[in-house]
């Protein structure tokens, strides 16, 4: 089994533009299970069981991350397929649907998140710690509304660029 994670650096949380990252990174590989690379790794290739993309927002900077196991004998057609969607990610704006799509799904997941009290006081918390101010669920849902296609691809063509990309590989034996 081959694991690997490619990684970049993101925006910290007081970036304005975390909400579109977040949205990006929903689509490419978020908690959903008709993210890119859940489709084109497992259901289409039938390369992975796992894999799945993160966005962390700190408070100075952030990280993305891409993870996915798989045989070593598919693990160069796994890698060129996660770079092909990242290239789609800077090369092709999303249609109205997409874009709708993406946002109706995150904000639906703040939804389900709003639900918790446990999960409300975290996010008030962090809010505070990182930017001494709550954003209200409100803000956050008109944000992720006014995101816009040429926005997401303007972004992803910053934080996906292919220089700024690493990659960790481990090898079981």
Do not use: W
């Not at 390369?47 to 927002?57: G, V």
């Not at 918790?116 to 962090?126: A, F, R, Y």
């Not at 001494?132 to 691809?153: G, H, N, W």
């Amino acid at each position: 089994m081959v694991h690997c994670m490619v990684g970049c650096p993101g925006y910290a949380y007081s970036d304005e533009r975390r909400i579109p990252l977040a949205l990006l990174n929903n689509m490419l590989g978020g908690p959903i299970l008709n993210s890119r690379l859940s489709l084109a790794l497992r259901e289409r290739n039938g390369l992975t069981y796992h894999n799945e993309s993160n966005y962390t927002p700190y408070s100075d900077a952030g990280i993305i991350s891409i993870y996915f196991g798989t045989d070593p004998a598919q693990y160069e057609k796994a890698l060129a397929i996660v770079h092909q969607e990242l290239a789609k990610l800077r090369n092709q704006k999303l249609t109205k649907i997409q874009l709708h799509t993406i946002q109706k799904q995150l904000i639906g997941q703040l939804a389900i998140a709003q639900e918790s009290n446990l999960g409300q006081m975290l996010s008030i918390g962090k809010s505070f710690l990182f930017k001494d101010k709550f954003d209200p669920i409100e803000e956050i849902i008109a944000r992720i509304e006014s995101t816009t296609a040429e926005e997401l691809m303007e972004i992803a063509n910053e934080v996906f660029e292919p220089n700024r990309i690493s990659m960790l590989t481990f090898q079981v034996k």
